[in-house]
Every structure is written in C-alpha cells, then in structure tokens.
C-alpha cells in the first residue's frame, strides 16, 4: 500500500485466513439436506410466524428459538424484488477479476416466506421486472449443498 496525497492505494484486497471451526447448527444441516433431495425449507417462528429462508434458530423479529420442528418446505416459486448486474468477481484471493459475461444476481422473496434470498438469475436484464415470479432451477446432479441450485430464472 501506499498513499498519495492522502489517497490510500491499494491494490487488490487484503487477504485474511481464519483458522476457527463453525458448526451451521441442526436447522441448516437439514436444510443442505434437503437440497440433494431438490427440497427448499425454511423455519417459522412458532410465535410470530415470520418465515426465514433459508432456516434461521432465532427469530430476529420476536427473539424466540427456532427449532427441527418449525421447517417448512418452500415451492422454490417467488417474486423478483429487485437485481443488479455484476462485471467483476473475487478471485479467492481477494482480488477482483473481470468476468466473460456479466452476471446477473437478484433479490427473490420465496413464496411463503417473509425474507429474501440473493441468487444468481438466468434472463437478460432487459426482460426482468419487479414483481415478476420466478422459478428455482435445480442443477441436474444434487450433493446436499448450495451448488445444488444453479440458479432463478422467470416462471411460466
């Protein structure tokens, strides 16, 4: 790094390790689950009825726990909130690299539930509207994992 001016220069991103152990708790192990069985749950809170997708333990909205017995399996149907269109990405190295084709990442609210998910879509940006439905595309292969959907793409 180096600075100019008071301008700070920096190229590429810090790169930071972090050696630590995380359990994803019981609800988001079955939720990986369900993915290889091309099943999309989410958790209810039994006391205010918020829906999370994906599954939370703790309802934010009213503070209760969330457990196994409060999932829900979601259509994998919902409505586009909104979206934008990215011509770069990391690199895993934290540096950013141009991408051959700009890809398009949308805000979906799942039907049934209250929260929004951010997934990859598969339209043009010129035929996306708010409001629109839009349908969970599964990859052909399914290994219990985010990589299991390959994306959203308009409904119908």
Same mark, same amino acid.
């Given at each position: 790094?180096?600075? %100019?001016?008071? $301008?700070? $220069? +920096?190229?590429?991103?810090? +790169? ?6 995380? *359990?994803?708790? =019981?609800?988001?192990? *079955?939720?990986?689950?369900?993915? #290889?069985? %091309?099943? /999309?749950? #989410? ?7 918020? +829906?999370?997708?994906?599954?939370? =333990? ?8 969330? &457990?196994?017995?409060?999932? $829900?399996?979601? *259509? ?8 934008? $269109? ?7 190295? &934290?540096? /950013?690299?141009?991408? %051959? ?27 996306? %509207? ?9 990859? *052909? ?10 994306? /959203?793409?308009? #409904?119908?």
């Amino acid at each position: 790094m180096e600075t %100019k001016a008071g $301008v700070l $220069v +920096v190229n590429g991103l810090p +790169v930071v390790q972090a050696q630590f152990c995380w *359990s994803v708790g =019981n609800q988001m192990q *079955s939720f990986l689950k369900a993915l #290889a069985q %091309k099943k /999309f749950l #989410a958790s209810k809170c039994p006391e205010c009825g918020y +829906v999370y997708a994906p599954p939370r =333990n703790t309802c934010h909205k009213c503070g209760k726990k969330m &457990g196994e017995k409060d999932l $829900v399996e979601l *259509s994998g149907e919902g409505v586009l909130l909104g979206w934008t $269109v990215a011509h770069v990405e990391l690199d895993g190295k &934290g540096n /950013f690299v141009d991408l %051959k084709k700009p890809k398009i990442i949308g805000a979906i609210r799942l039907d049934g539930a209250n929260s929004t998910v951010f997934m990859p879509l598969e339209a043009e940006a010129g035929e996306l %509207k708010p409001g629109m439905k839009m349908a969970l595309k599964w990859n *052909s292969e399914t290994k219990g994992g985010w990589k299991d959907i390959s994306c /959203f793409k308009p #409904a119908g």
